[in-house]
C-alpha cells in the first residue's frame, strides 16, 4: 500500500460535508481529515466528495477467471479489481462471494481459499478490500464450516440467499442459460440439476438452520440480511430472525415490508444507469423516488457506482448531495462504518475527486494515500513536487 500523503490542504475544490456542496478548503494528515495544512494542491473547478462504500459486488469473479475455467492466480485477480475499484472513487469494497450448494467458484473451497488469499493480499491493496459472504439457504451441512470461517477472517457481512428455485425453473425454460450456468462451474447441466435437487430435498430443516446461524452470526457481532427478497412476507421473516438488511428485494412490497420495519434496502447501481433492472425486477430509481432505497451498491460493475450518483441528479430525482449519499455516508451507516462516509475532522481520508466540468473520477485518495490518479487532478499533484515525493518514499 502507498504511503501516507504528507499533511496536505486542498483549496478551491467544492466539497460536499454536513449534506451540503461547500466552497472551502479541506486537509488531510496521517491518514485522517485533519486542519494541520503543509503542501497545498488547487483543486479550482473539482468536486471533493466522500470515498464510495460499496456494500456488494460480484464483478470481482470476471477478475478472477476471464472466461470459464480460465482461472487466474487469485493475488493477479484482486490487484486487477483493486484498481478498477480505485479508478470508480471507491475506497472501501465488500467481494461478495458465494458459499452455495453450486459449488465451484461459489462454493465453499474457493470460498475459504479466496479468503485466505485476501487476507495475503490486503497489506498491498489500495482499496479497503473486504469479503461479503453470499450464503445460499438450502446448504445444510457446512453451518459449522461458516461460522468458523467468519470469525478466522473478520468478515462482517453475510446476507441469505435462496436461489433454488429460479434454478429449478432455469432448468426447465431456459436450459441454454442452465447449461451456461454449469459450466461455469465446472458441471453438465445434469451434474447442476442433481445439486439442486439433493439441495431441495433438505427444505424441511432449512428455517432451523437458518436460525441456528442467526445466532452465531449474533455471537460475532456481524451484520447480515437476505438478497432478493420477492415479497413481504419472506423480508419479514427473515427481519424476524435478525436479517435486517433487505438486499436487491424485487418487488416494491418487499422494499416497503422494510422500510415499514426501519430496515434498510440495498439495490444495484447498474439498475439506476440502465433505466431499470437487467432481470425484470422493480426499478431501483422507483424505489429512491418513492424513499423507499437507502443504498446503492456496484452489483456486477464497478463504474455504475458514480455513473447512478449522477443519474438520479440528471432525473431530478436528488440533489448531489442525496445522490451521493446513496453511495458514502449511508453504507456506511448501515454497516456501523463510524470512521468513514462522510467528510469531517478525524475520520479517514477517504476521498473521490471528480472533475465538475466531465464528471470523470479523476483522483481518489484511501485512507490518506493515493490510491488513483490521472488527468487534470494529476497534474495538479505533480505541481507540487513535494507532496508526490513524500507519498512515494
Not at 504511503?3 to 488531510?28: E, K, M, N, W, Y
Not at 457446512?142 to 453475510?158: F, G, W
Request: proline share 5%; glycine share 10%; with cysteine.
Amino acid at each position: 500500500m502507498p504511503c501516507f500523503l504528507p499533511p496536505t490542504r486542498l483549496i478551491g475544490a467544492t466539497v460536499l460535508r454536513d449534506g451540503a456542496l461547500h466552497q472551502t478548503s479541506l486537509s488531510l494528515a496521517d491518514g485522517v481529515l485533519s486542519d494541520d495544512p503543509w503542501a497545498t494542491v488547487d483543486l479550482t473547478g473539482f468536486l471533493v466528495l466522500p470515498g464510495i462504500i460499496d456494500l456488494h459486488g460480484d464483478g470481482f469473479e470476471r477478475h478472477m477467471s476471464p472466461r470459464p475455467g480460465a482461472a487466474f492466480p487469485m493475488a493477479a485477480g484482486f490487484a486487477s479489481y483493486d484498481r478498477e475499484a480505485a479508478a470508480a472513487g471507491i475506497t472501501t469494497a465488500y467481494l461478495a462471494q458465494g458459499w452455495s450448494w453450486e459449488g465451484g467458484h461459489r462454493g465453499p473451497d474457493h470460498a475459504e481459499a479466496l479468503a485466505a488469499a485476501l487476507d495475503l493480499y490486503r497489506p498491498m491493496a489500495l482499496t479497503d478490500l473486504r469479503l461479503q459472504m453470499r450464503v445460499e439457504t438450502h446448504l445444510l451441512d457446512q453451518s459449522d464450516r461458516l461460522l468458523d470461517l467468519l470469525a478466522r477472517h473478520k468478515i462482517d457481512y453475510v446476507v441469505f440467499n435462496d436461489h433454488l428455485e429460479e434454478g429449478l425453473r432455469m432448468s426447465r425454460l431456459q436450459p441454454e442459460g442452465f447449461g451456461l450456468w454449469a459450466r461455469k462451474l465446472g458441471l453438465t447441466a445434469q451434474g447442476l440439476l442433481t445439486r439442486l435437487e439433493q439441495a431441495q430435498a433438505g427444505a424441511r430443516m432449512v428455517p432451523r438452520n437458518l436460525c441456528y446461524l442467526a445466532q452465531g452470526f449474533d455471537r460475532l457481532g456481524l451484520r447480515y440480511g437476505s438478497h432478493d427478497d420477492p415479497d413481504a412476507e419472506t423480508r419479514e421473516f427473515y427481519a424476524m430472525i435478525g436479517a435486517r438488511i433487505a438486499e436487491f428485494p424485487t418487488t416494491r412490497r418487499a422494499a416497503a415490508a422494510a422500510q415499514g420495519a426501519d430496515d434498510p434496502v440495498i439495490m444495484g447501481a447498474p439498475n439506476v444507469v440502465r433505466g431499470g433492472s437487467q432481470a425484470g425486477n422493480i426499478s431501483a430509481a422507483s424505489l429512491i423516488a418513492e424513499g423507499l432505497c437507502d443504498a446503492l451498491v456496484s452489483d456486477y460493475h464497478l463504474p455504475a457506482l458514480p455513473l447512478a450518483a449522477w443519474a438520479l441528479v440528471d432525473q431530478g430525482l436528488c440533489d448531489l448531495a442525496q445522490a451521493w449519499a446513496q453511495i458514502s455516508s449511508n453504507p456506511a451507516q448501515i454497516l456501523g462504518m463510524q470512521d468513514r462516509g462522510r467528510i469531517a475532522p478525524g475520520l479517514r481520508a477517504d476521498l473521490a475527486i471528480v472533475n465538475a466540468q466531465t464528471r470523470s473520477v479523476e483522483a481518489t485518495v484511501t485512507q490518506g494515500r493515493l490510491s488513483y490518479m490521472s488527468g487534470e487532478a494529476a497534474l495538479r499533484f505533480m505541481r507540487q513536487p513535494a507532496v508526490l515525493r513524500m507519498a512515494a518514499e
